[in-house]
């Protein structure tokens, strides 16, 4: 809440919040050479996710895989700028190790059931 009795309506607080939510995803992009290789097999995962006539459900999780990827880096990146200011005082956070680890797990996770989908797409589609 802002000082004295102006208060703040949640349509603004929210637009705020939307703002605010565009800048840090343009930073974290931008900051992250990383991201271009994830935008790369994105289109590669879409493309033939289409040629393969996915299904509803097969799309649906393909995009919530491909989301969880996005995500674990973007939360990563957060940590790694959280460790820069926090080596500049002298401090160590393992926490960036973490955050390193739930990007591995989230790509080898992701990474399984694209592949899963993908293939058994794969052998309906040349099965006829």
Same mark, same amino acid.
């Given at each position: 809440? $802002? ?15 939307? @703002? ?15 991201? &271009? @290789?994830?935008? &790369? ?10 040629? $393969? ?7 649906? @999780? $393909? ?5 969880? @990827? ?54 309906? &589609?040349?099965?006829?």
């Amino acid at each position: 809440m $802002l000082p004295g009795n102006y208060r703040v309506s949640s349509t603004r607080r929210a637009s705020y919040r939307l @703002v605010r939510a565009f800048r840090g995803a343009k930073c974290g992009v931008r900051g992250e050479s990383v991201f &271009f @290789v994830y935008f &790369f097999s994105t289109a590669l995962v879409l493309a033939a996710a289409t040629a $393969l006539e996915a299904s509803l459900l097969e799309w649906a @999780v $393909l995009l919530l895989c491909i989301t969880a @990827v996005f995500w674990a880096e973007m939360f990563n990146t957060a940590l790694q700028r959280l460790n820069q200011t926090l080596r500049q005082n002298g401090s160590k956070v393992e926490a960036l190790d973490v955050g390193h680890a739930a990007v591995l797990v989230t790509l080898i996770g992701a990474g399984s059931v694209i592949a899963l989908i993908l293939f058994a797409r794969l052998r309906t &589609f040349l099965s006829g």
